[in-house]
């Protein structure tokens, strides 16, 4: 071969090396592109940022006990929720310790009147439900693992603070197990009034620390529609304590978290009128979400 031929040889040769380096290179950077919206994706598909800023303001930073929930955890409802106050009333709308049959129900019931609840799940429940109230866009709060307030039962969840945290980690994995994510919304079992006087003072306090610390919000309520009141209170019962918790001076209140029992057929029964009560009242609905007023007892 002349000169001339093994030159234009060595020039192919060369520029097929570049070629097959640059293509391998551009394989590589998509290899690890997709490697990372696969770790991204696992579990953590959904996240509200606002919450997970709220989370990181917390003391997170400050807790040696910040487990694994404290980066994922999120308002816990596929819409986003806002606390942008137009000056229309609000009304948060909670069921507890479900979910059970009546939770389709109770699902079917807000569909229809296009509203949005929170629902405060129980790990010993219909755990199964859990996705369908969160695919309905409703958020899911944790309540308790095994509700276990009886003193003298082994799991009694208010023992101590780390009996407490276990509950509270355990029903976050229910959680996590069903729908991927992990909710940064609780309430205490019997509220933050019971979770006082069973915990005392300085246990309380570092429970509520402790909670803080790993990105929760907890809720109490400014209204208890009574269905857990007596054995089997009436419909007229549930919406007069309702009527009731409304107003304070003879105003209607602006925000008002209400508390009911998805595991109560009178529930059931008094939500359609509940909602239309409130609608004509002037109230209109939302989720739950950790930016907003926790209606913590005073
Ligand atoms: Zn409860």
New binding site residues.
């Given amino acids: 071969m002349s000169k001339r031929g093994n030159k234009f040889v060595l020039y192919c040769i060369t520029c097929i090396t570049v070629c097959v380096v640059l293509i391998a290179s551009m394989l590589a950077a998509l290899v690890m592109k997709n490697k990372e919206a696969e770790n991204n994706s696992s579990g953590m598909s959904i996240v509200d940022t606002s919450s997970v800023a709220s989370s990181t303001e917390s003391e997170a930073t400050q807790s040696e006990e910040a487990s694994s929930a404290a980066s994922g955890l999120i308002t816990a409802s596929k819409d986003s929720v806002t606390n942008d106050y137009t000056g229309q009333k609000v009304c948060y709308l909670t069921f ?2 479900g979910p059970c049959n009546n939770t389709e129900k109770i699902l079917k019931i807000l569909k229809d009147n296009d509203v949005k609840a929170t629902f405060f799940v129980v790990g010993t429940m219909s755990t199964g439900r859990i996705k369908d109230i969160y695919d309905a866009g409703h958020a899911i709060g944790l ?2 693992n095994t ?1 276990e307030i009886n003193r003298d039962a082994e799991g009694y969840i208010y023992k101590s603070v780390d009996s407490f945290i276990n509950d509270v980690n355990g029903i976050s994995d229910a959680v996590y197990k069903r729908i991927g994510i992990r909710s940064c919304l609780t309430r205490f ?2 509220g933050s009034i019971t979770a006082y006087q069973r915990l005392g003072k300085e246990n309380f306090e570092e429970v509520k620390r402790q909670l803080k610390a790993q990105g929760y919000t907890y809720f109490d309520w400014n209204i208890d529609s009574g269905d857990t009141h007596k054995k089997s209170p009436t419909k007229e019962y549930v919406m007069n304590e309702i009527r009731k918790g409304l107003k304070s001076n003879g105003e209607y209140k602006k925000e008002v978290c209400i508390l009911m029992h998805d595991i109560k057929n009178v529930t059931v029964e008094a939500l359609p009128d509940i909602i239309k009560e409130l609608k004509e009242a002037g109230y209109t609905f939302k989720s739950l979400n950790s930016n907003g007023e926790n209606f913590a007892f005073k």
């Fill in positions: 507890d310790d309540h308790t509700h079992a019997g």
